[in-house]
Antibody
Framework: QITLKESGPTLVKPTQTLTLTCTFS??????????VGWIRQPPGKALDWLAL???????NYSPSLKSRLTITKDTSKNQVVLTMTNMDPVDTATYYC????????????WGQGTLVTVSS | DIQMTQSPSSLSASVGDRVTIICRAS??????LNWFQQKPGKAPKLLIY???TLQSGVPSRFSGSESGTAFSLTISSLQPEDFATYYC?????????FGQGTKLEIK
């Protein structure tokens, strides 16, 4: 059974750096074809893909946010970490991590999401 | 970036109705089109991937297809639990992009 869960601060101040951790179980990020991605959703708005890391440490980022994002993995802890620098109120959103496998070529299992509010 | 455009943005229907949601891509995405269902306060749920393949556990009243440059999600007979927001997403190339969503409401 694949599960993912996001953790991190619920409130950050403008200009601060956000660090979110995705802790997962039921799969390994050392298995060929497996990836973990981050997607966010501002309140009342659509989904917005942010970043993706693969089993082989290949990484992809949203071009509009690439300069602010870093995604890393710790396979020993079954965790993926996303950092986003220079946070702004427009970054207020629910942040989801999700599992991706080559079979579906998309995000087939999602965490519950964590709401991050950016405010002074 | 590949733009994904859904129509309609919202839709009112009754239990038992057949409904179709359309998604168009700004360029070719081959069959790398996926559909998600999202209920308020919940994470998105994958319904269909690769245009027409039903994810495990998804009821057969959901189906996906392609016609020219348009992709469609059809629910053959709406059930009360189907009232939600639906998103299309392309996974053909980075950056992955989602449609703006279609909110399906009870008439």
């Amino acid at each position: 059974q694949i599960t993912l869960k996001e953790s991190g601060p619920t409130l950050v101040k403008p200009t601060q750096t956000l660090t979110l951790t995705c802790t997962f179980s039921g799969f390994s990020l050392t298995t060929s074809g497996v990836g973990v991605g981050w997607i966010r959703q501002p309140p009342g708005k659509a989904l917005d893909w942010l970043a993706l890391i693969y089993w082989d440490d290949d990484k992809n980022y949203s071009p509009s946010l690439k300069s602010r994002l870093t995604i890393t993995k710790d396979t020993s802890k079954n965790q993926v970490v996303l950092t986003m620098t220079n946070m702004d109120p427009v970054d207020t959103a629910t942040y989801y991590c999700a599992h991706k496998f080559k079979t579906t070529a998309t995000f087939d299992y999602w965490g519950q999401g964590t709401l991050v509010t950016v405010s002074s | 970036d590949i733009q994904m455009t859904q129509s309609p943005s919202s839709l009112s229907a009754s239990v038992g109705d057949r409904v179709t949601i359309i998604c168009r891509a700004s360029q070719s995405i081959r069959t790398y089109l996926n559909w998600f269902q999202q209920k308020p306060g919940k994470a998105p749920k994958l319904l269909i991937y690769a245009t027409s393949t039903l994810q495990s556990g998804v009821p057969s009243r959901f189906s996906g297809s392609e016609s020219g440059t348009a992709f469609s999600l059809t629910i053959s007979s709406l059930q009360p639990e189907d009232f939600a927001t639906y998103y299309c997403q392309q996974s053909y190339s980075f950056p992955y992009t989602f449609g703006q969503g279609t909110k399906l409401e009870i008439k």
